[in-house]
């Protein structure tokens, strides 16, 4: 009966079928392309092209992400996701705004000491790679949540895109090529029967990904909605997966699953509204933080990137990550103190030892030997319609191509998100992701996340959509797309393209991009007695700036990844 269904849906698959079409030469001028009516920026032009095709048929922002979605997980699987989860921020054409929380969960079986050996020390790799790292998916439901509450046209239309793209492949990119071929030693470590994203001899840009099984997952879920996944072949499919590789996931575990909307967190910052991600990401509280620190400086005054701007950037960045280390966590399980983070009289009192002209040494900021570098991999993607819906959405497998482990015969990766909970609380483990009890693992429970899909309001009016992966670098990535626009007076695209830093309390540094700090501003900031270092890149901002002539301009970070923005 079920094999029947199988090709039964394969058969529709291929009905669908349609030509790739060609895509227009993204702009590279320092304003980035304009849209009348609707903007999309994504990781990937194949992904952005699916969900202006589900704008084109009448659909809006919410469909369109929904297209988006499903179409990234066919052409960046490595953090596309239907393995995985995200967090959504919303504002409707009214003028509300909500969050949705569809991030992965600790299964049922686990518990606190699973990546701890007798001794109490982190096993290495045992939650970043293989089975045993996979939190239980959310991408699906939340997409299915999204849909009920916001979709207009018909949900089978939203996955055709994506679809296709599967049953007829598509060419790979140079990055794309690379990325796989980083992986092939863990793809084989993790998958005993193979998977198609291994390639004797490596892969090559132009190479054709044809990924038939994951069309067929696809069709299961075009098909049944949630429960296409959840439950039935692809449900059988993952446990089976888990099984076979002493992985926890159940099927209680997949049928249980459920999304939670959120109230966003919301702050001022110079006249406008920033609408953030509330716990379990930590994203939209450190935001809102390092704003209300920023309202106390003229960045416009001390210049973008120089060494004072930099040094007071730097100052605010190591007491909000202290703070997010120590408090935040799944509020559902932990009392996550967001009122006083957010209360200007805390930050202002937080702030008030800064020094203009030497910096704090973390370790007198906060006691601990806590740091934090999370893996860098994610994807985020901005939307807006012409009735004035925007969607930000960051999504994450965790880790690129997430625990490696493909679910034999459903064509996609397994999260490692595991590994964004603290193994050992208060104790970095061996990939330096750490914080205190309130991200011990639990059964159930969310793991703490960076990811900071934002909204900023103007004057009641939507002024920006912006967005990054990037892991711990997340946070400051939105911070200075954010500063950017506002204290600076960029366009979107040159807010985009810009240089950025990070900082996070500890390791006490100032991480910087390769090539792009002056000589002279590193020796200034030398002398404040900052330690600077280099990273070929931080983030890869995708976002939506409102014009003042109600056109939209879309900045895509198409010079840190394949990341295309298009409109009409
Ligand atoms: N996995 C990256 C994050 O959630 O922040």
Request: aromatic share 8%.
């Amino acid at each position: 009966m079920k094999k029947n269904l199988f090709f039964t849906i394969l058969a529709v698959i291929a009905l669908i079928a349609c030509k790739q079409q060609p895509l227009a030469i993204q702009k590279t001028s320092e304003r980035g392309p304009i849209g009348d009516s609707a903007m999309i920026v994504s990781a990937h032009p194949l992904a952005t092209e699916a969900g202006l095709e589900i704008m084109r048929q009448g659909g809006n922002a919410f469909d369109a992400a929904i297209a988006v979605h499903f179409a990234l997980q066919v052409v960046f699987p490595e953090a596309g996701n239907i393995g995985g989860g995200g967090f959504a921020v919303i504002r409707n054409k009214n003028g509300e705004s909500t969050t949705l929380d569809f991030r992965e969960k600790a299964p049922k079986a686990a518990s606190r000491d699973m990546y701890l050996d007798e001794n109490g020390d982190v096993i290495p790799l045992k939650s970043r790679l293989g089975h045993l790292a996979a939190g239980v998916p959310g991408s699906v439901a939340g997409m299915w949540a999204l849909y009920q509450e916001y979709g207009s046209l018909p949900w089978s239309d939203l996955l055709i895109p994506a679809i296709r793209l599967a049953y007829h492949g598509h060419l790979l990119t140079e990055l794309a090529a690379s990325n796989l071929n980083d992986a092939q030693e863990d793809f084989k470590k993790a998958n005993k029967y193979g998977t198609w994203a291994i390639k004797e001899g490596g892969w090559a840009k132009g190479d054709s990904s044809v990924q038939r099984e994951l069309a067929a997952t696809l069709s299961f879920i075009q098909n049944q909605g949630r429960d296409g996944f959840y439950k039935g072949i692809v449900a059988d499919q993952i446990v089976k997966e888990m099984q076979s590789g002493n992985g926890l996931i159940s099927f209680e575990d997949l049928e249980t699953y459920e999304v939670k909307w959120r109230q966003p967190v919301t702050g001022e910052y110079k006249g406008h509204r920033i609408i953030s991600m509330p716990p379990p990401s930590s994203g939209g509280v450190a935001l809102i933080q390092l704003l209300q620190g920023a309202e106390r400086y003229d960045f416009g005054k001390t210049g973008h990137n120089t060494s004072a701007t930099i040094h007071l950037m730097t100052e605010l960045e190591r007491r909000v990550y202290a703070d997010r280390a120590t408090y935040l966590g799944d509020p559902d399980y932990y009392e996550v103190p967001v009122a006083m983070l957010l209360d200007p009289e805390y930050n202002k009192k937080r702030y008030s030892d800064i020094n203009q002209k030497r910096k704090t040494s973390s370790e007198d900021i906060k006691e601990g030997k806590v740091e934090i570098i999370e893996s860098v991999q994610t994807t985020h993607y901005s939307i807006v319609d012409r009735e004035g819906n925007a969607i930000s959405v960051t999504t994450t497998l965790n880790g690129y191509f997430g625990c490696k482990v493909m679910v034999q015969g459903a064509g996609f990766f397994l999260n490692n998100e595991m590994d964004d909970f603290s193994a050992k609380p208060g104790i970095p483990n061996m990939f330096g992701l750490v914080g205190a009890e309130a991200n011990a693992i639990a059964p159930g429970k969310r793991m703490l996340s960076s990811m900071t899909p934002t909204i900023v309001e103007k004057d009641n009016r939507l002024f920006m959509v912006t967005g990054t992966p990037g892991g711990a670098t997340i946070i400051t990535s939105v911070f200075q797309s954010i500063l950017n626009v506002i204290d600076h007076g960029m366009t979107m695209q040159e807010a985009v393209n810009a240089p950025r830093l990070h900082s996070q309390w500890l390791p006490d540094i100032i991480v910087a991009e390769k090539g792009r700090l002056s000589e002279k501003t590193q020796s200034e900031l030398e002398a404040m007695g900052h330690v600077i270092e280099f990273r070929s890149g931080l983030g890869k901002v995708d976002a939506i700036l409102a014009l003042p002539d109600s056109t939209f301009e879309g900045g895509a970070d198409y010079n840190r990844g394949d990341d295309y923005a298009g409109g009409f």
